[in-house]
């Protein structure tokens, strides 16, 4: 019977790894959601709730007008405006998703 070595044992774990790591991958994509998307919009509104609801709602509705079926995303916002008196809140954001192509 032959002793297993630390290195051997390292080799082993490695292979197993990357074995789980190659399955995990393709049953990713195996969904479908495979194509990456986004979309920039800008959005107004009174409040700073409001501006910032309403850019993020734009950019996401843009992102969906091209792919069928999204993940949720990410969302990178950003006040590119606000009045004086902040009675205006302008905002800019963009959407990332991926989707089914």
């Known amino acids: 019977m032959r002793k297993v070595t630390w290195l051997r044992r390292l ?3 490695s292979a197993v790894v990357a074995a789980g790591l190659a399955t ?12 990456p998307r986004s979309a920039t919009a800008d959005g107004a509104g009174s409040t700073y ?12 509705q843009a992102v969906l007008a091209v792919g069928h079926d999204c993940t949720p ?9 606000s009045s004086p008196g902040g009675g205006t809140w302008v905002f800019r954001s963009t959407h990332y998703a991926v989707c089914v192509d």
Do not use: F
């Open 49 to 60: 709730a409001a501006g910032l609801a309403s850019a993020e709602q734009r950019a996401r």
């Open 11 to 13: 080799g082993l774990v």
């Open 24 to 35: 995990t991958s393709v049953a990713a994509h195996a969904d479908g959601y495979d194509t």
């Open 73 to 81: 995303g990410t969302y990178y916002t950003y006040m590119i405006y």
